[in-house]
């Protein structure tokens, strides 16, 4: 198996690079950021019930604020430090695996680890259509983003 060094010249392998780092920083901003819209709705569907006097565009507001994101990503980006604490230091990068054009997993191995099919675990990613925040000098009208949704099984390995 070899290995993909360099985050800066893959965008999929820098948004993986980005999520861990968000991680392990206790980011929650770029951690948002990093989520793919179905995920992001998601926890905007939790949020909408948990706060049932507010109205939806006052929570996609919120998303906004930093003390807002710190609370409620929080405990899940804490969660997910804990889990994948191994792979947090100088992560190493695998080939990424597409699924579809559209759907792509990047294997993680911990700095130091002898990478193969056994270990190191796996960050999903999905490219979706970017948003302003997302478009950069370049005219790229996609990017690669977390899989939030298979991201919860980060830590379990590809079956």
Excluded at 77 to 90: K, P, V
Excluded at 113 to 131: R, S, Y
Aim: hydrophobic share 35%.
């Amino acid at each position: 198996m070899s290995l993909t060094c360099d985050p800066k010249n893959n965008p999929a392998i820098e948004t993986a690079a980005r999520f861990l780092n968000a991680v392990k920083k206790g980011d929650a901003g770029t951690f948002w950021d990093t989520l793919d819209k179905r995920g992001q709705g998601y926890f905007l569907g939790l949020w909408f019930y948990a706060m049932e006097n507010m109205n939806i565009e006052t929570i996609i507001k919120l998303t906004g604020e930093k003390e807002f994101l710190d609370g409620v990503l929080g405990p899940i980006i804490h969660g997910l430090r804990e889990s994948i604490s191994e792979l947090l230091d100088n992560p190493r990068f695998g080939e990424i695996e597409y699924g579809t054009p559209h759907c792509a997993s990047i294997r993680i191995f911990p700095a130091g680890g002898q990478p193969d099919d056994q270990n190191g675990d796996f960050i999903p990613l999905v490219l979706e259509l970017c948003d302003s925040g997302c478009v950069n000098g370049d005219v790229n009208l996609t990017c690669w983003k977390i899989d939030t949704l298979q991201c919860f099984q980060l830590n379990k390995g590809i079956n």
